[in-house]
């Protein structure tokens, strides 16, 4: 496998180049000593942000650029059950394990294991992860993914050589054949040492781990923390006490996590001596990405738990820099110290850097006042720029930036694969302008539509859901949508399973009732491109246009207040003569005063409909039928195409023309700063309602404020109002 790619780290330079050198007192782009700051005491950064802002990128660079320097542990945590595809990074590196960690156990684990090679041995912690990590006798799945673990750490820790699949083969056969030999000893009546009858996995794990190394000092230290209860006439072994408190669950189990990560924590310290502290050796870093998962919230829970512990005998300084999905709600952590990345920048004039305690500090003994939290934000039209810098100017248009910007609102993951994409593009010696940014494809082939909702909305299915789904107006019509397509799955109502999968995925806060079912305008725009480029003909019940045909006719169905979106699903199929034909009958028909209010927002809202599939190569320009589109919609606003619309009125042709205008504007790169069609076309519409304003014997003042207030609103990309009439 080649060398994934690294990801750029815009807008991060405050994290990675200021805070975290504070921290470790290294330098994180040269080799260089830094001054190490916040005292004995220092917090957990945790990293916040949705789907795509580069937490994960950010834990990637740190481990590359600290990896060889410091002891480092870099751990994803997955959710139990959840996939872990896609995971498999170079460990040599410095990157992520290929096998992610699913509970707190395994968490730590992987850190010792990534730890002891420059810490040494855990002759405490280790036993004890041994003790609670067993399986059941005849479990063959469940003892191998054990051993397996167990191989890792015994080749970390010194204790066993080879390569990790022939030790943990090795200490399989080692366990299964003392479990046989303890339970043959027992048949024969012959006592075996430290055997126990509940956990006879355990207790042979125990005695090849004896076999190895000495237990003693493990089962005194465990041994102290834990009373004999009252009666008992010999005191159990603790080390297999640990193991069964923790298979018992709840309570006990807590108590055993508790334990372990104590018995961490006090093996780090006082692997910190007088020697290291006299070589300003720097303390260990653990890179911890999704911590939100329940393993990653009970890992950072108990660390801050011991740190909010003002009496602890063992003091720490491990850089934690921990990701979360999404933001952290208050209650759940109500004394955290909640910066910017702005916050963390040196000081004026970068001469000196601003004190560690303006930063952080903390403010009691709760166990949240342990956390710092960072919330990654979007990168700037700057930043876009600069990753853009790779390609040939000769071939970007000027505003290329300003416009991907614009279409992706600074989301780091989308516009790092569009700037890649751009870059391929112009390396092929092809021109790119702001409308062409969705119809590119990456340097393997790919769509760029495809590629980001895969990364974006991994679960497929719901994925194919949304791409049609996206399409309705609100709940309700996508649940009306999903019936007539008959959407199959285990949920009966696939609208709102799929809405309810985007709050999980943090794209959105709840699932819509009124509102669109997909509440991010990124990742609407990505849908419907993909779900236009996608589109089986249009004859197929799941095409473009019979999907909009279909809504059309449940919009004129349910409500007569729904005109507009029934309109905007007819412009959507490219059938702008109807729409047209009912702004025009309507014009001419109505008289009262407030019907102006209504007309105007069915103009606004079915302009925004999408662009239907473009036709196919061959096609005529202009065809009969609306199964095919070509985008004329420039030319016609301008009047370019009159001779097309002779059998309209004068007002019709008006109507046509500032429908057309509105309909382009409506696309993210229509922006009349950057694009000279726009701007014309601002212009233009505010001629035409002008134009319509003197034809009208009772609407004129209010279209008259509208030919004032729409274009002025469309440069500034903001939404259009709608001025009330003066009867209203």
């Known amino acids: 496998m080649g060398k994934p790619h690294i990801p750029l780290l815009y807008g991060r330079g405050p994290l990675v180049g200021s805070l975290v050198p504070s921290l470790t007192g290294l330098a994180y782009d040269e080799r260089a000593r830094r001054k190490r700051e916040f005292g004995d005491d220092v917090p957990v950064i945790l990293l916040t942000g949705q789907h795509g802002l580069g937490r994960s990128a950010v834990l990637d660079a740190l481990a590359r650029n600290y990896h060889k320097r410091l002891p480092l542990a870099h751990v994803r945590v997955v959710a139990p059950g959840a996939s872990a595809s896609g995971l498999v990074v170079p460990a040599e590196d410095g990157d992520v394990p290929a096998e992610p960690a699913g509970d707190f156990v395994q968490i730590l684990e992987r850190v010792v294991s990534a730890l002891a090679p420059g ?188 740190r909010a512990n003002a009496q602890r005998a063992h003091r720490d300084r491990i850089t934690v820099v921990a990701t979360r999905l999404g933001d952290l709600p208050h209650e759940s952590a109500p004394h955290a110290v909640r910066r910017e990345l702005s916050d963390l920048l040196p000081a004026a004039g970068g001469r000196q850097r601003k004190q560690a305690t303006a930063i952080w500090q903390r403010s009691g003994h709760d166990p949240s006042a342990g956390l710092l939290v960072v919330p990654l934000t979007p990168l700037s039209r700057d930043d876009v720029l600069s990753m853009l810098d790779r390609a040939s100017v000769r071939l970007l248009h000027p505003h290329l930036a300003s416009a991907l910007h614009s279409l992706t609102g600074g989301h780091p993951a989308t516009a790092r694969v569009l700037c890649d994409a751009v870059v391929h593009a112009a390396r092929q010696n092809r021109p790119v302008a702001p409308k062409d940014l969705l119809d590119l494809t990456t340097a393997q082939g790919r769509p760029v539509t495809q590629v980001l909702l895969e990364d974006l909305l991994p679960d497929r299915r719901q994925r194919d859901r949304l791409l049609v789904l996206c399409l309705a107006r609100d709940n309700a019509t996508a649940e009306a949508l999903a019936e007539d397509l008959r959407l199959d799955g285990p949920e009966q109502l696939p609208a709102n399973a799929a809405a309810q999968y985007l709050v999980e995925r943090q794209w959105q806060q709840s699932v819509p009732v009124e509102g669109p079912l997909v509440g991010s305008r990124l990742l609407q725009a990505l849908l419907v491109h993909e779900a236009r480029r996608t589109s089986p003909p249009p004859d197929d019940p799941h095409s473009w246009h ?183």
């Open 119 to 306: 810490l040494g041995l855990f002759p405490v912690l280790m036993p004890g992860l041994f003790a609670v990590s067993g399986w059941s006798k005849g479990d063959a799945d469940g003892r191998d993914a054990v051993c397996a673990r167990h191989a890792r750490l015994l080749i970390a820790c010194g204790l066993l050589s080879g390569a990790e699949r022939d030790v943990a083969r090795q200490w399989s056969e080692r366990v299964e054949a003392s479990v046989q030999e303890a339970a043959d000893a027992t048949a024969e009546g012959t006592e075996v040492e430290d055997d126990d009858a509940s956990q006879p996995v355990t207790a042979a794990i125990l005695r090849e781990l004896q076999s190895l190394r000495g237990l003693a000092p493990a089962r005194n230290w465990y041994g102290r923390r834990h009373t004999t209860p009252g009666g008992a006439t010999r005191k159990p072994d603790a080390l297999l006490e640990l193991g069964r408190r923790f298979h018992r669950g709840g309570d006990y189990r807590h108590a055993v996590e508790n334990t372990l990560m104590a018995a961490f924590l006090e093996e780090v310290a006082a692997a910190y001596g007088l020697v290291r502290s006299l070589n300003r050796e720097p303390w260990p870093l653990i890179l911890l990405d999704e911590a939100h998962a329940p393993a990653g919230q009970r890992f950072l829970d108990l660390l801050l738990e011991h």
């Open 546 to 728: 019979e999907i909009h045909r279909f809504l059309h006719l449940h919009h004129v169905q349910r409500s007569d207040t729904e005109e507009a979106d029934a309109l905007r699903h007819s412009l959507a199929t490219g059938n702008a003569a109807r729409v047209v034909d009912m702004l025009a009958d309507e014009f001419g028909a109505e008289e009262a005063e407030q019907s102006v209010q209504h007309w105007l927002l069915c103009l606004r809202h079915c302009a925004t409909a999408p662009t239907p599939p473009a036709a196919a190569p061959g096609a005529p320009a202009h065809p009969a039928d609306d199964a095919g589109w070509s985008d004329h919609r420039v030319e016609i606003a301008l009047g370019e195409h009159a001779a097309r619309f002779t059998h309209l009125d004068e007002a019709g042709r008006c109507i046509n023309r500032l429908l057309h205008a509105l309909w382009y504007l409506s696309e993210p790169y229509a922006d009349a700063a950057i694009d000279p069609d726009a701007e014309t076309l601002c212009q233009a519409v505010g001629d035409e309602l002008g134009f319509l304003s003197r034809r009208h014997r009772t609407w004129y003042a209010a279209l008259g404020r509208a030919a004032r207030d729409w274009p002025v609103a469309a440069r500034k990309r903001q939404i259009l109002p709608v001025p009330a009439s003066e009867g209203s």
